[in-house]
């Protein structure tokens, strides 16, 4: 297990040295034990945990200094379950007025293709704010949390539903460089992160999902992530959060403009 760790930490930061190799090294050592601890979570699944899997795209472009517009497209696949999900969030933009404060909002549209019950759609407008921990390591420490309307149409009987909730991510994303080579092209960066959804229906906290993941800078306009997603929900009858679900992501930040994703502290939006 040492060796794996010291292995781990060396081909993390490779190049550095000194105070920077420290910290590097801190940050890989961070995604390591995070990510094991995420690991060990599927030989604790009930057999009826499923596995979706998901390709995002985020590209985003400059409107003017403070406003960055984007858009969220998405494709989502559950074997276990049976469903497919298609996502288009548009129109959708942020407002900057510094480098620690960002006002979110936008509009997401999902449909929900079910082998087995009713196709949905849903209608999501969505309002935020992401607030950034100012530090010296060039890590994104942050929490976002906004505000969704879910309006859902069952599209066998043409009724609607509605849902309020709102959802509150605790995160970081950290270089696993030096600081002099963090966010640069041809370098990889960590994160992780937790976020509990509540339910004002229900007046409880459903979904709670834990997050981890690896990204690679493939240049100043492309960045790709994998990430794992651990989700704990309430199944039907439950009064306890249970561990239900892996969900499997690759997302690709697309920059439409040079330098925004920078500029974004690594901008993502998520279901």
Not at 15 to 34: I, Q
Not at 170 to 175: A, I, K, L, M, T
């Amino acid at each position: 297990m040492k060796e794996h760790v010291r292995m781990f930490l060396h081909a993390a930061a490779p190049r550095t040295k000194g105070r920077a190799t420290v910290h590097a090294r801190c940050a890989a050592l961070f995604l390591f034990l995070f990510m094991l601890a995420v690991a060990s979570l599927p030989a604790r699944a009930q057999d009826n945990t499923g596995n979706e899997y998901r390709l995002t795209l985020f590209p985003s472009h400059r409107v003017t200094d403070t406003v960055t517009g984007f858009a969220y497209l998405g494709y989502v696949w559950n074997p276990e379950k049976d469903y497919r999900t298609y996502y288009l969030g548009w129109p959708a933009a942020t407002y900057a007025p510094n480098k620690w404060l960002q006002v979110w909002g936008g509009l997401v549209g999902l449909f929900t293709d079910n082998e087995n019950s009713s196709d949905k759609l849903e209608l999501r407008p969505f309002t935020g704010v992401k607030v950034f921990l100012p530090n010296e390591w060039k890590w994104n420490i942050y929490n976002f949390t906004r505000y969704e309307y879910r309006a859902t149409q069952d599209r066998d009987t043409r009724d609607w539903s509605d849902v309020h909730r709102l959802r509150s991510r605790f995160g970081v994303e950290f270089p696993l460089v030096s600081k002099e080579r963090a966010w640069k092209p041809k370098t990889f960066y960590g994160l992780a992160d937790v976020e509990p959804y509540y339910r004002f229906d229900r007046g409880q906290v459903d979904p709670f999902r834990v997050r981890g993941g690896i990204g690679y800078v493939l240049n100043e306009s492309i960045r790709v992530e994998f990430i794992y997603h651990a989700q704990f929900t309430h199944p039907a009858g439950s009064k306890d959060l249970e561990y239900t679900d892996n969900i499997w992501r690759i997302n690709i930040k697309l920059g439409l403009t040079k330098g925004i994703i920078g500029r974004l502290h690594e901008p993502d939006l998520d279901e």
